[in-house]
């Protein structure tokens, strides 16, 4: 039996940013309706990982206590209590968790999941540009409503330090300004 203990807050966040990014409904590859957790016993860290064929996820956490590495699959409803451990275990085909005085589990899909690491492009960007993620969120969300909610927009860029411009088509825009990059990135 191979196990892991992670923190409930930090659970709950890679969770609830990789969920919206698993296949919903039907899918051929099972694996891809459930969120992946590697656990790693050298970095003795958890990549979380979704993917629906359209968008990617990776999200990364602390844990301690793994020993060996291994892979559990989660539905992407789960939530645990924020302030309590939460221990991880893989015993064969079924993952199990234990954390504040409960016990589930998940019998594990079929392991026929994407090799994300592929989808990344490999080269350099030819810039990078930094946007509040709440202003680009909003900028993003009010596009969507002007398209009529027919999901499709045109994203221009024109520089690192130009803003971004949201088309919805060629009368309606939404314009985000860049941030100063952190050095870091």
């Not at 966040?13 to 957790?37: E, Q």
């Not at 209590?81 to 234990?98: F, P, Q, T, V, Y």
């Not at 026929?112 to 350099?124: G, R, T, V």
């Amino acid at each position: 039996m191979k196990s892991a203990k992670i923190h409930g807050s930090d659970f709950n966040r890679i969770i609830k940013a990789s969920k919206d990014f698993v296949t919903k409904g039907f899918s051929r590859a099972k694996a891809h309706t459930y969120i992946k957790l590697d656990f790693s016993a050298q970095n003795q860290e958890v990549t979380a990982i979704a993917v629906d064929g359209f968008k990617l996820s990776v999200e990364h956490a602390i844990i301690s206590e793994c020993e060996e590495d291994f892979t559990v699959f989660v539905k992407p409803n789960m939530r645990l209590e924020a302030k309590n451990d939460a221990i991880i275990l893989l015993d064969g085909s079924e993952a199990i968790i234990r954390s504040a005085g409960y016990v589930f589990g998940y019998e594990q899909p079929e392991y026929n999941f994407m090799e994300w690491q592929k989808a990344i492009p490999s080269s350099d960007p030819n810039f990078k540009i930094a946007f509040d993620g709440r202003l680009l969120i909003d900028a993003l969300k009010s596009a969507e409503i002007s398209s009529g909610f027919k999901h499709q927009l045109i994203m221009e860029f024109h520089g690192e330090n130009n803003p971004v411009v949201i088309k919805t088509n060629d009368n309606d825009i939404k314009l985000v300004l860049p941030r100063r990059m952190p050095r870091d990135l």
